[in-house]
């Protein structure tokens, strides 16, 4: 299973664009790369996933260069809501995966 | 909308006490899981199940056990109850990366269990 690297915690205001890194350097040719977000007292919830370059939903932008060793969620004008712990899992769910989730990043978006 | 559920919501019992918390999901999913949470903490997997009659350990070892008899059922029982294992427990199923779809997890809402 690829190994995740993301900063523990990030601080924010209201109305900013707020990008998270995620570093997998030994990332396999079949894994993909998948975010969730976790509110206090609640399961996580899926955002966003990505093989390469770019994807965007409703949600959350994610970038992946070339080589994909490293990721960044961009999350868009952040409101009071979003702070949340934000996972970056790496991994190949086709066959047996088991989803391990990482410390993830704890966002604080203050007003 | 994620169809899971997990009953208890809540649950405060004695120490030494079996209990058994529910987990159900009628998306068909093969794969389900139960990770262990404490308040701020990291999500820990403690047991995952690829099918009927498939059960592994997860990452964190727990005394915890599971079954799954019925693809839509995953209960996870403890014999015998102890204040360590005070905990959110939470439930989750997927279906995997075959036919387009993305492989998420889909959470219930928790089972929260106290141990006094």
């Known amino acids: 299973l690829a190994k995740t690297t993301q900063p523990i915690s990030m601080d924010s205001y209201e109305g900013q664009e707020v990008n998270i890194t995620c570093s997998h350097n030994?990332?396999?040719?079949?894994?993909?790369i998948t975010w969730y977000q976790q509110f206090p007292s609640q399961g996580p919830r899926f955002i966003i996933q990505?093989?390469?370059t770019k994807v965007t939903n409703e949600v959350a932008s994610l970038f992946i260069p070339a080589d994909r060793k490293s990721s960044t969620l961009s999350l868009p004008r952040v409101s009071l809501s979003d702070t949340a712990v934000y996972y970056c899992?790496?991994?190949?769910?086709?066959?047996?995966?088991?989803?391990?989730f990482g410390a993830g990043t704890r966002l604080f978006v203050k007003a | 909308e994620a169809d899971i559920y997990q009953t208890p919501r809540y649950l405060v019992i004695g120490t030494g006490k079996k209990i058994t918390l529910e987990c159900s999901q009628t998306?068909?999913?093969?794969?389900m899981y139960w990770y262990q949470q404490d308040p701020g903490m990291e999500l820990h997997l403690i047991h995952y199940?690829?099918?009927?009659?498939?059960?592994e350990k997860g990452d964190l070892s727990s005394e915890s056990t599971v079954s799954r008899i019925r693809t839509e059922h995953f209960p996870l029982t403890l014999e015998s109850a102890r204040p360590s294992h005070t905990s959110q427990y939470l439930c989750?199923?997927?279906?995997?990366?075959?036919?387009?779809?993305?492989?998420?997890?889909?959470f219930g809402e928790g089972s929260r269990l106290t141990v006094l």
């Open positions: 989750a199923s997927s279906d995997g990366l075959a036919g387009g779809n993305t492989g998420e997890l889909f």
């Open positions: 030994n990332i396999a040719t079949n894994d993909y």
């Open positions: 990505g093989y390469k």
């Open positions: 899992l790496v991994g190949d769910w086709a066959g047996g995966f088991k989803t391990i």
């Open positions: 998306m068909g999913h093969d794969k």
């Open positions: 199940s690829y099918g009927v009659n498939s059960t």
